[in-house]
Nanobody, 119 residues
């Protein structure tokens, strides 16, 4: 089970840290991805961390602003979001896939958390 949290209302230029807490499994050999869906738009991948090889990936629009990290002791993956822009407003969700290197589909999804960036 996955649970995303940490969303809220923030002014443009501000920061938020999202958390994705996992229960019932550990991250070994999993990939954990962050996704977002803005109103009227399709869901898009934002970032991903592959625990099998340690690689991290970012969507182009968030590179340099967002950082994905993990605390294995807490079974939690974080998404630190800095320099937030209006266009970052969306519902953010996390997903997990066993045996993945951040490619392919996603089997386990958590409920999203809303991030609203205001001007």
């Amino acid at each position: 089970q996955l649970q995303a949290s940490g969303g809220g209302l923030v002014q443009a230029g501000g920061s938020l840290r999202l958390s994705c807490a996992a229960s019932g499994f550990t991250f070994d050999d999993y990939a954990i991805g962050w996704f977002r869906q803005a109103p009227g738009k399709e869901r898009e991948g934002v970032s991903c961390i592959s625990f099998s090889d340690g690689k991290r990936y970012y969507e182009d629009s968030v590179k340099g602003r967002f950082t994905i990290s993990s605390d294995n002791a807490k079974n939690t993956v974080y998404l630190q979001m800095n320099s937030l822009k209006l266009e970052d407003t969306a519902v953010y969700s996390c997903a997990a896939e066993p045996g993945s290197n951040c490619g392919g589909g996603w089997t386990y999804w958590g409920r999203g958390t809303l991030v609203t960036v205001s001007s």
